[in-house]
């Protein structure tokens, strides 16, 4: 069983619906994120929570939020997504200090 | 602000040496760090720099100097398996936990 998982695995949908990607974790670690990545762009940070409660931007956060509900979830949301939102979505945990990151498997979002 | 430039692609074949160069722009960071994805998939962590000098996994071995800015990732005894592509990542010092900052990636493809 994957230790961060991550769901829908592949969402199709229209401009102007709200999405909610769900991310859980069983490594319990306390620290989570969410990156986008796009074709020649690598991955970019949209949120990041370093315990229950705490939430803090990335570098592209406009059009998103997040809810960190448990050590062991957190969640993506669009609330009114838009094409150029389409893109490879993943969650990442990590233990404090400098320790490794680990990702999920990714969603892939399209918005049409 | 931070960025890391690395080349967009890299050939080479089986049983070759191969080294991703890594040089960045920031104002202060605690680490340089590898990740590995194949085809769309999960990230994964290879190895990181705290400090100058090489650090030896196996196969792989990534090197830092602050001094010039850069790093770099070389892969011996290439194989097919290898065919991936490679982040470099960054933890700023202006950010007060484990969030990254990645590059671009570069896509390594190994022919036999």
């Known amino acids: 069983d994957a230790d961060v998982t991550q769901t829908p695995r592949n969402r199709i949908t229209k401009t102007g619906k709200r999405i909610m990607l769900e991310c859980s974790q069983t490594?319990?670690?306390?620290?989570m994120y969410w990156y986008r990545q796009d074709p020649g762009l690598g991955l970019r940070l949209i949120y990041y929570?370093?315990?229950?409660?705490?939430?803090n931007k990335g570098e592209i956060s406009d059009g998103y939020s997040v809810s960190r509900q448990a050590q062991a979830k957190f969640s993506l949301s669009l609330e009114s997504a838009i094409p150029n939102q389409t893109a490879l979505y993943f969650c990442?945990?990590?233990?404090?200090?400098?320790?490794?990151?680990?990702f999920g498997d990714g969603t892939r979002l399209s918005i049409l | 602000g931070q960025s890391l430039e690395q080349p967009s692609e890299v050939t080479a074949v089986e049983g070759a040496i191969v080294q991703i160069n890594c040089t960045y722009q920031?104002?202060?960071?605690?680490?340089l760090s590898w990740y590995q994805q194949h085809d769309g998939g999960a990230p994964t962590f290879l190895s990181y720099?705290?400090?100058?000098g090489l650090e030896e996994t196996g196969r792989f071995s990534s090197f830092l100097s602050r001094s010039d800015s850069y790093g770099y990732l070389l892969l011996q005894e290439l194989q097919m398996k290898d065919s991936a592509s490679y982040f470099c990542?960054?933890?700023?010092?202006?950010?007060?936990?484990?969030?990254?900052?990645f590059g671009k990636g570069t896509t390594l493809s190994v022919s036999s």
């Open positions: 720099n705290g400090l100058d």
């Open positions: 929570s370093f315990d229950v409660k705490d939430i």
């Open positions: 990442a945990t990590s233990e404090q200090g400098n320790q490794p990151q680990h």
């Open positions: 490594k319990g670690h306390d620290r």
């Open positions: 990542a960054v933890r700023p010092h202006n950010q007060a936990g484990t969030a990254l900052i």
């Open positions: 920031t104002s202060g960071f605690y680490g």
